[in-house]
């Protein structure tokens, strides 16, 4: 028997252990409730399949919290890096760079002029093409031809500041700041940590 279907029926006291673990592991509450919801709807979908069976049932609601954590800022990092064969496959809990990769994004963006910055600020706060085109005045074609560049100069400024270890599928499996690059050194001088020997990151 599918034992999601306890979790749909008392959704409410599961929500709230979800919604603490994605505001600890993200520091964004609004992003945590939308978030819960999408988490909801992959739960409910699956509690539809007889024979789906969860054996460890609070191991994997937190497992699922973390992809869907991890999902969220991997996409538009593997966008700004091309990574063409991306085959969508979620990471373990630790062998995910890409959280750590997403603090440096905003330090980066001050690298670029503000024409390019601002709509993949945008685009990466999760707004529609369509909703940056009429916030910035511009028209659609324009907008997604900005964005396109954006990235490629972020591709770039990803280069010029990391070492990236990356697998055979272009995913990075690894990275390392740059000594060379001033604005992230300074980013983590500011900071006073380095984001990327997080240790307890997944920690429910």
Known sequence: ???????ISNWHEYQLAILSYLKKHSKDETLS?????????KIYHLSLKPEYQ??????WLFQLAHNTLADHYRRPIEKCLCTENASGVLFHPERNPYLD??????PLLACMPETYAKPLALELDGIPQRDIAAHLQ????TTKSRIQRSRKKMHGLFYECFHLELDSSGRVQSFEVRPDCQTLQQFLAEVGQNFSSRMHLFEA
């Open 138 to 141: 511009l028209d659609l074609s």
């Open 33 to 41: 409730e939308d978030l819960v919801h999408d988490i909801f709807l």
């Open 54 to 59: 969860i054996h460890n049932l609070r191991s």
């Open 1 to 7: 028997m599918n034992n999601l279907k306890q979790v």
């Open 101 to 106: 990769l997403a603090d440096y994004v905003r």
